[in-house]
């Protein structure tokens, strides 16, 4: 037990137990720290952030090494590539032990090409065309200013934020039941182009049955109302809805309600496809100076 507890706290490559005569001899070879850690063939990333990611997993100077952690911390090194399109990236490891029982650890780094987006497709879509989905995206083929924006270089944040760009363009124009169903990403032998493709649901776009205040209005619901600009028989719009709670928190701001809150409470009817809106809201208390 002594042995096994010793191990766990990480801090030995080896404990031995044993005796003479009525003495207890308890040997230990303590694990070498880490005196520092650096890289070499960086480019597209700054050390303190590559730094920061190893951290996360573990691996930090002042710590004990540990074959394990170091192993770990090249799958995270090349899962950072990875997350800006470097599928190539290569992580060479090397341990040179130093003074008092130490080392100093050298990550070298091959990155290799960025893969490119040879063709972005988009199946399910039938009331906007690829192109008009594409536009919405920061990520695009290879044109002839792609070497200043670089987005024709992968990047799974990018990608992210354009998912939410077309998320947006459907509710937008009144579509309540859109959903990215899934994302496929696909690469090439030579890791150098991969294809993206999206699959959505549309669903049918909805109609503004009615729409109406509710809460404590503080007897100025005809000031209130003026102020939200979507009318019934309109198609719903997210972004008009948005603009209006916005338009009444800051009418009520006004009068003091600083903290204020306006929640759309929509009723969705599917079978004729229409949306019962309402806006409940909630001055809060009076702020004063």
Do not use: C
């Amino acid at each position: 037990e002594a042995i096994r507890a010793l191990y766990a706290t990480g801090f030995f490559n080896d404990v031995q137990i044993s005796s003479e005569g009525e003495t207890v001899i308890v040997n230990v070879v303590e694990r070498s720290a880490i005196a520092s850690i650096d890289f070499s063939g960086l480019h597209e990333f700054e050390k303190d952030a590559l730094l920061k990611a190893l951290k996360s997993v573990g691996l930090s100077q002042g710590r004990y090494y540990d074959k394990s952690l170091v192993d770990r911390s090249e799958q995270e090194l090349k899962r950072q590539y990875l997350t800006r399109g470097f599928y190539a990236a290569e992580i060479k490891t090397t341990v040179t032990p130093v003074d008092r029982n130490r080392v100093s650890i050298l990550f070298s780094v091959t990155e290799g090409p960025s893969a490119k987006i040879r063709q972005v497709n988009f199946i399910g879509n039938k009331a906007f065309s690829t192109g008009t989905l594409r536009d919405e995206m920061q990520l695009s083929t290879p044109n002839w200013f792609s070497w200043y924006t670089k987005n024709d270089l992968y990047a799974k944040d990018k990608l992210t934020g354009d998912l939410e760009h077309v998320r947006s363009y459907y509710l937008n124009r009144g579509y309540l039941e859109f959903n990215i169903e899934s994302t496929q990403v696909s690469l090439t032998p030579d890791k150098k182009e991969m294809y993206l493709t999206v699959t959505l649901h549309e669903g049918e776009p909805y109609t503004i049955s009615s729409i109406k205040l509710a809460g404590n209005l503080l007897d100025r619901e005809s000031e209130l109302t003026r102020l939200v600009n979507l009318k019934p028989g309109e198609r719903f719009s997210a972004e008009k809805l948005q603009a209006a709670t916005k338009a009444v928190v800051d009418k009520l701001g006004e009068y003091g309600y600083a903290f204020a809150t306006v929640n759309a409470l929509p009723k969705i009817d599917q079978q004729h496809h229409t949306v019962d809106l309402t806006l409940q809201v909630d001055p809060s208390r009076r702020v004063y100076v």
